[in-house]
């Protein structure tokens, strides 16, 4: 999913270590049935990004950065090995997403603009307007699949703001969260997606799917961590 941060993870992890893949867009509920049949996952949980190759399936962002610093070249992303010090920042890239992902739904479900924009490009212009209420639908069952609306916008703007807050006393002590350029870096910056999309140069995303993307009150609490993000991808992101 082109501006998902989970793809943009393992997307990351895959470049870092020059593993090349064919990359096939998913598109929730329309290309399910496709994911399923190409990973043999008839009734078990699918998401993207999830990365076939050969028999291996694997469906977790995590592991999928795992892989690529197993078969690709370049420096570790997994300082002191894959089952080191990344696992917990990742645990906590994954609540921080997860409570992004609540709060931009909600903002994204009462933007009609934002969801025109993500009627899929392939839907011709007469049958594009038809298609908002699909879209629509498909936030609200995204929402339930990942148990966005168990979740109070209050508690995820806490839970969100409790690790930006620990991320930005972490940096503290240097750009790098372990040191040295790690996979670490690149769960904590995608979170920030949530908070103020990437620039143009580093993203293309239409306008308002960038308003909605863009968390007005945390971005401007934040602005030292979105600078930090953004000079990570000047640095590290080619
Ligand atoms: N644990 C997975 C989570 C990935 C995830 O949440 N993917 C969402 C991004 S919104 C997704 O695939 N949504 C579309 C769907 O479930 O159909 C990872 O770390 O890669």
């Not at 934002?114 to 899929?120: H, Y």
């Not at 699949?145 to 620990?166: F, N, P």
């Not at 990437?198 to 971005?219: G, I, P, V, W």
Request: aromatic share 8%; with cysteine; glycine share 6%.
């Amino acid at each position: 999913m082109p501006v998902s941060p989970w793809s943009e993870c393992a997307r990351w992890a895959l470049d870092h270590h020059r593993v090349e893949v064919r990359r096939v867009e998913y598109i929730p509920l329309l290309a399910e049935v496709q994911l399923r049949f190409a990973t043999g996952k008839v009734f078990a949980r699918i998401s993207s990004p999830t990365l076939i190759d050969g028999d291996l399936v694997l469906a977790e962002s995590l592991d999928i950065a795992k892989h690529a610093e197993l078969i690709g070249q370049g420096s570790t992303l997994f300082p002191g090995g894959v089952n080191g010090e990344v696992g917990p920042w990742n645990d906590r890239a994954q609540r921080a997403l997860s409570a992004g992902r609540t709060l931009y739904f909600s903002r994204l479900i009462d933007d009609p603009e934002a969801l025109r924009e993500e009627v899929p490009g392939f839907v011709p212009g007469a049958l594009r307007e038809l298609s908002v209420p699909l879209v629509e639908r498909t936030v609200v069952y995204l929402a339930s699949k990942y148990r966005a609306h168990a979740e109070s916008t209050a508690q995820a703007q806490s839970a969100l703001v409790d690790e930006l807050e620990h991320l930005e006393a972490c940096l503290e002590r240097g750009p790098y969260l372990l040191g040295e350029f790690s996979y670490a870096d690149i769960a904590m910056a995608t979170v920030l997606h949530f908070v103020s999309p990437l620039s143009e140069r580093h993203q293309t995303l239409a306008r308002a799917r960038r308003e909605a993307l863009r968390d007005a009150t945390l971005a401007e609490r934040f602005t030292r961590l979105t600078a930090w993000r953004d000079d990570l991808y000047d640095r590290q992101r080619k």
